[in-house]
Every structure is written in C-alpha cells, then in structure tokens.
C-alpha cells in the first residue's frame, strides 16, 4: 500500500467510525458496528459446515437428540431480542463445550449434554449462546479486528510478503481458520455476563426457572476448582471461552431475583423428567464413547497397542458408530499396517459420508499403497468438508508428480496455511517449486554504503529452505523509475541458511549518496541448497 494512500485510510477512519454507529438490538445501546446484520448471518453460515467438521461432527447415531435440543433452542429463540435464522446442533465430541457463531448458528457437545441435569439446564447453556449471537458478540470481536486493521497495516509496509501464514497454530487451514477462531473464542466478563442476564430472561419468557442458570453456573465453578482429568475436560472445552466465576453465580442469583424466582414465586419449570428421558439412550451409549477416549489418550502416549484394543472395543460395543471405525483405521495407519487401516476406513464411509476424517485418514492410506486415483478422490473430499494441511499436501504432492505445477503451487500454499509440520513441509515444497520463477520472492536485498562510500548489497534468506548459488545485479532507476543503468551480475560465493543475512561487495566502487535511494538490487537467481 502507498504512504499516502495509507494516511487517506487513516484520516478517513474517525468518519468510518461514525457513520457506522448503530443500536445493540438486545441491550438497546448505541455502539460501533462495522459489521452489518447481513454480514454476521454470512459469516455464520459460511463457517458453520467447517466448525462442525473441526469439532467431531455432528452426532449421527441418536439424530432425535439434535432434533429435541433444536427444539428448546428454538423456543428460546422465538422469545429472544433479535429474530436470527437460529440453528441447533448436538456435536459427536466428548468435550463439554457448547459455541455461537454470529448469525445465530449454535452447537452443543455431546459431552456437555451428559453433565446437565433438566430442560432447564439445557436452556440455560442455549440462552445464554443465543445472546452471543443475538447482542453481536462475535460480530464485536470481528469488528474490533477490522478496526485494528488500519494501525496493524502501518508496521507491516516495506516487509517481504510470506508464503507462509503464521497465524494459525493447528493442522486447519483457509476458510476453516475464521470458524476455528470463532468457536475458540474467549468472551471477556461483560459478554458473559451479559449472555448470563439476558439468557436468563430468554428462559423465563420461554417457561421455564431461570433458577437452573444458578445450579449451572454453581456446577461449572465446582468443576473449575476441582483436581483431576474431569477439570482438565472442562478447562480444554467450556470453561476455555465461558470461564465460570463467584461473580457470576452471584449475578445470576440477584437476575433470578428480580425476575420473580424468589420463594413461593412461580418459578417455571425444570424439565427433569422430560430431560433424562431424552438423554437416556446417549447415557447408555457413553461407556463406549469412553471407551474411544480412552483409546485416543492411550494413543497420545505412543500406546498404540493399548489403543488399538479400546478401540476395537468401543466399535464392538457401538457398531453403528463411524468415529470408532475411523480410529481404528487412524490407530493401524499411525502402525503402518495399511491394509487393515483401508478396512476400517471404509467401514467409517459407508456409515457416515459427510465427515472429513475418514476420507482423509483414507486418502492418505491409498497414496501409500500407490492407489493415487482414491487417494485423490478421498483427499478431495475431505478438503472440501474440512480444509486441512494434511489433504492439501498429498494432494499437492500428487498434482506435483502428475507434472501439474499450478495445481500443486495452489495446494501446497494452502498446507502452508498451517503452523504443523507438515505445514512446514508444504512450503518448503511451495518454495521449491516456486523459486525458479521467482527467486526475488524469498531474497531480500537492499543497498547500502560501506566506510569507504562503495556500494555493499545485504541478502536475507527468507525461505524455508537454504539457499546457494544467490545471483543478483545492481540496477540503477531514473526519476521516471525506470533502469537506467545495471550493473554486472554478482554471485553470493556461500550458502544462506533460512533467516540468515549477509553482506557482499556489489563490484561497482564508490557511489555518490544522493545517488543511492535510485539504486535496486535485482535477485536474478536462487537454488536450494543440497541436504
């Protein structure tokens, strides 16, 4: 961006700001808003497939339960402050977490669902997501990005673009990376207690004690101070964006209060009986849900023997469950036993299409065995569920072979959306590819004067890989900014290794200092360094 281009931005933003006032439609307060409502119901929408994807799926073997917390969501919802194309989810995953993504599209684990004890509990947790949908909480967080935006651009002139985006610290990548950073989202206090209060007058309209929120928020602190792999649950999930607190318990206590909770008041109902029947089946199906968690755990301490016997036992105990399946085949892949890996996978497939796992863990078991045409076809897939670093790299390295070098640039700069290894991997290959046609890319290089006044050039490996046989030649501009004069080609006589800088002599003598802002260092070659 131009100098002054950027200070037109700059000077604009204080009338941007204004122009863009509006009024929260559940607190009735006025505030910046950048983002419009078309907007959030876009950005909800166009991330909901994705996050789902990103956080187990959803829940497929008991669809009634989705269809009975879509249910009291949508009750809540037709009572709330702001009509939303709300949506309701139930999530395959053991994490006690439940999320909000602007527009009002929501989901709620499975893991939370066991540890609530009525309707009016569930309510709670539901109001309380459709007030972060519906007073913009999300939106806010975006939007303050976008306001930072401006200021962030100042210290980011003059540097070299990567290829490499240093932003997302997990194996998502892409369109997937705003969805992921939504649903992981860590409210402050005023969000949540603002979710707290306005959600539990969303439960008295609908019917029912908002008292429940209360026993909740009394549960969650509980949990929070207590010891053992059951916090370390709920602090990876729940309480890693909605932390419970005293003060909240409190709060709740005087809302309930003042909305008429008090003894002998009418307090609306719990739901209890109507609950447990619901939860009923997904309780008899948890001990080989956990079953599975145990397998994963014994699988992140390299047991993968121990892992592969839970497994194999939580698919005996559940075997219209796809995720069993699709860990067994992960758990014989991680021991390269690829035939037994393509079995599992595919019996994951024929119970369940529309989950990213098993068509990736699939995908890259086919490459292996050399079967590039499924292995093409399930990466493909997979990336479209769910883009992820693994399904682009294969299939990059795939278009690679097949001399399709566009294609494989195109994926492999995906990968490289990832901070994982095999992240690293892709734009070591991106850059490979890439350097020949445009080494000046991944060379910096700038101009400068030793003690004597003669012209130095200093060269930085920015690449991912080392870099030998560096070719450059000093270009001289005229005041219409075009090469007047060049200089002989220099060649670097060392090996730059990634990050690394250096100086040499440009071959050209002296030059005159007001001379030197017109001078260019052209980067005319560059070759990766052999292993």
């Keep these: 961006m131009k100098p002054k281009r950027f200070a037109s931005l700059l000077a604009l933003l204080p009338a941007l700001l204004l122009t863009a006032c509006g009024v929260n439609p559940v607190t009735g307060k006025k505030e910046i808003q950048l983002i419009s409502a078309a907007q959030e119901v876009k950005i909800g929408e166009q991330n909901y497939a994705p996050s789902r994807q990103s956080q187990g799926g959803d829940l497929k073997v008991l669809p009634e339960l989705s269809a009975y917390v879509s249910t009291v969501g949508q009750k809540l919802a037709a009572v709330s402050d702001r009509p939303l194309p709300y949506e309701f989810v139930v999530l395959n995953s053991s994490v006690p977490n439940a999320w909000a993504l602007p527009g009002g599209k929501i989901a709620v684990n499975r893991g939370l669902l066991t540890a609530l004890e009525n309707e009016a509990e569930l309510a709670a947790v539901l109001g309380h997501e459709i007030v972060h949908a519906a007073a913009r909480h999300g939106a806010k967080a975006q939007e303050r990005g976008i306001a930072l935006q401006a200021g962030m651009l100042a210290t980011q002139i003059g540097l070299a673009t990567s290829n490499v985006d240093q932003n997302l610290g997990s194996l998502l990548v892409q369109g997937a990376s705003v969805g992921a950073q939504l649903v992981s989202l860590r409210y402050g206090r005023d969000a949540e207690l603002e979710a707290d209060l306005y959600g539990m007058q969303y439960m008295q309209r609908a019917g029912y004690d908002p008292a429940a929120a209360i026993t909740l928020q009394q549960k969650f602190l509980q949990l929070a101070e207590a010891d053992g792999r059951t916090r370390q649950s709920w602090l990876e999930g729940l309480f890693a964006s909605h932390p419970p607190s005293a003060e909240r318990v409190e709060r709740n206590r005087q809302t309930a209060a003042g909305i008429g909770t008090t003894a002998g008041a009418a307090r609306g109902e719990l739901g209890t009986e109507r609950y447990q029947a619901q939860l009923k089946p997904l309780l008899a199906l948890k001990p080989a849900y956990d079953k599975a968690d145990e397998a994963t755990a014994a699988a992140a301490k390299k047991d993968l023997p121990r892992a592969r016997a839970l497994a194999a036992e939580a698919a005996r105990m559940l075997p219209r469950e796809a995720r069993f399946h699709q860990l067994q085949g992960d758990l014989a892949l991680a021991a390269k036993d690829l035939p037994q890996a393509m079995g599992h996978y595919e019996k994951s497939l024929a119970l369940d299409t529309e989950y990213f796992g098993a068509y990736l863990g699939g995908g890259v078991t086919a490459y292996r065995q050399g079967n590039r ?102 270009v001289l501009l005229d005041a219409a900014g075009q090469i007047a004069q060049q200089a002989r080609s220099v060649r670097l006589a060392r090996t730059l290794a990634p990050g690394e800088r250096t100086s040499v002599d440009a071959g050209v003598g002296p030059v005159a200092g007001e001379v030197l802002p017109r001078v260019r260092i052209r980067i005319d070659r560059a070759v990766p360094a052999s292993p």
């Design 373 to 474: 045409q499924r292995a093409e076809e399930w990466l493909t897939q997979s990336a479209k569920l769910l883009p992820t670093a693994p399904a682009l790299y294969y299939l990059g390295a795939m278009a690679k072979d097949a001399g399709r070098t566009e294609q494989a640039l195109e994926y492999f700069k995906g990968a490289a959306g990832s901070q994982s290894d095999i992240g690293k991997q892709a734009a070591a290959e991106y850059t490979l590819l890439d350097l020949p046609r445009n080494p000046g890319n991944y060379v910096a290089a700038g101009a400068q004067q030793d003690a004597r006044g003669a012209l130095v050039v200093v060269l930085e490996n920015r690449a991912p890989v080392a870099l030998t046989e560096i070719t450059f030649t000093p």
